[in-house]
């Protein structure tokens, strides 16, 4: 089934080109389904390339999804023009009163700061106490995951002496998850930041459950059941060149960055990286995604009844 999308997106015509099935508003209306309404936070400086890495994923989906594109309303992009941001975006402000099978709020290259020094923190708190009450299932990813970590849980991060950087193996740590079904027992995930979660400060009353970690770079997922929130660290969405471009952007900002682990064939930054992450990332969101629909009411306002 189609994902259905913003009419005249730019992201629509390089999923066409995968051969992701878009759906047009007008042939979506003819159709006499609820499609799972899922939204998507968007607070990455580049929303272009962050909306067609999840359209990508959520849109392979047998199923039909409608996707929202949502902005912080408080905050003034930089690298996205307002007319961009008007014709596909809607602030947080203007979607507060809807309800959301699926909600993914992304990360943000914000995580030197603390949390409360963020310009939109005040607004961020907002929506993710929103996600208790307006979202059957929400995904946190990266800053998003330390965010909600600290505010839901009082859980700190750590800051690494050196940014971890590559794509690292991970292990499952709960094969009963559904999130997980059909994982292998080591993969690979792309892994871009500065910060781990420091496991002693989290609940230790088992409401959050570490789902995926790794030896090298620490936790990398983790869940709240009762509250059906997943809290992924690091990047299935990333595309085969987007840790080269974060490598090169921190060598022109003199940050002296790690070559990535495991990326460039035979460490060679002048060959192109092969993407070994896909499929893994493609089942992880059919998992997220077939779980909402097996569970989401199908009375949208009552989520959160």
């Known amino acids: 089934m189609p994902i259905k999308i913003p009419d005249n997106l730019p992201a629509a015509k390089t999923l066409e080109a995968e051969g992701v099935n878009v759906m047009t508003s007008a042939r979506a209306a003819r159709q006499d389904i609820r499609p799972l309404q899922v939204g998507l936070l968007n607070l990455m400086p580049d929303k272009q390339s962050t909306e067609t890495q999840f359209a990508r994923l959520v849109g392979a989906a047998p199923l039909q999804i409608e996707l929202s594109l949502v902005r912080i309303t408080s905050h003034e992009s930089k690298n996205t023009p307002k007319e961009y941001l008007a014709a596909f975006y809607d602030t947080w402000e203007a979607v507060r009163g809807r309800k959301f099978d699926g909600f993914i709020i992304t990360g943000a290259p914000i995580a030197h700061l603390p949390f409360e020094e963020v310009r939109y923190w005040p607004e961020m708190v907002e929506i993710m106490n929103w996600t208790k009450t307006n979202v059957h299932a929400s995904l946190f990813i990266c800053w998003g995951v ?160």
Request: hydrophobic residues 35%.
């Open 146 to 305: 330390q965010a909600a970590l600290y505010h839901f849980y009082g859980a700190r991060r750590r800051r690494r002496a050196q940014k971890a950087l590559g794509v690292y193996r991970h292990q499952i740590k709960q094969p009963t998850s559904p999130y997980l079904r059909g994982f292998s027992d080591d993969f690979a995930i792309p892994v871009s930041r500065y910060n781990d979660i420091d496991r002693d400060t989290l609940p230790d009353d088992g409401s959050v459950e570490i789902l995926i970690d790794s030896d090298e770079v620490g936790i990398c997922m983790l869940e709240d059941r009762a509250r059906r929130a997943l809290f992924m660290l690091n990047h299935f969405e990333y595309d085969n060149n987007t840790l080269a471009l974060e490598y090169q952007r921190d060598i022109k900002e003199g940050l002296d960055p790690p070559l990535p682990v495991d990326y460039f064939p035979d460490n060679d930054i002048t060959r192109p990286p092969l993407n070994i992450w896909r499929a893994t990332g493609h089942l992880f969101f059919q998992n997220w995604i077939n779980q909402i629909y097996q569970t989401t009411p199908f009375d949208l306002d009552r989520i959160g009844k």
